[in-house]
């Protein structure tokens, strides 16, 4: 739904946004029933964290998305490969994550969402002061218990310091 309707959403079509609407209605539901995951741990810790300006949560969420699948694939590859099957993607199980994270790329470039925090605007000398003590309230945020993959506070900077620079997830 999200990969047919966004992009026509985004440019304005009154139809495109309807079925927007009714898709985050639906996920709404799904997440009234079960936690999120630690990209939603990640945007919550991060929103407001740095004095540059406020990081809005579905941009965030945006921004960490393809970060986080990489790191989850290490342990529920095939789970995202059944995702990228269901939007029309095919290959082998590692195949199709990569094309995965590519379409999400793909479509955030599209709609003008920065590939990482560095080209948010987020001070690079502010992260580096703040990313520690980030990791350690991300980690500890109700969502990352649900997480596929266990994440421990290092392991959390070192994801958070690859969005910051776009670097690949390979820990």
Not at 74 to 91: D, F, L, N, Q
Not at 114 to 139: D, M, S, W
Request: proline share 4%; net charge negative; charged share 20%.
């Amino acid at each position: 739904m999200v990969f047919e309707y966004l992009p026509a959403s985004y440019e304005g079509d009154m139809s495109a946004r309807e079925q927007m609407h009714y898709g985050q209605c639906l996920a709404g539901q799904a997440f009234s029933n079960a936690l999120l995951g630690i990209v939603h741990s990640m945007a919550h810790k991060t929103g407001a964290a740095f004095s540059t300006g406020h990081i809005p949560h579905g941009c965030a969420n945006a921004i960490y998305l393809p970060y986080v699948i990489k790191f989850n694939a290490k342990t529920a590859e095939k789970r995202y490969a059944e995702i990228a099957r269901s939007v029309g993607i095919t290959g082998t199980d590692t195949e199709c994550v990569k094309a995965l994270c590519d379409k999400i790329d793909a479509y955030n470039a599209n709609l003008s969402i920065p590939k990482t925090l560095k080209e948010f605007g987020v001070n690079e000398a502010e992260f580096k002061e703040k990313v520690a003590t980030i990791a350690e309230l991300a980690v500890g945020d109700a969502c990352t218990g649900s997480n596929p993959r266990t994440i421990t506070p290092a392991e959390m900077e070192k994801l958070l310091t690859a969005t910051y620079y776009g670097t690949e997830v390979d820990f």
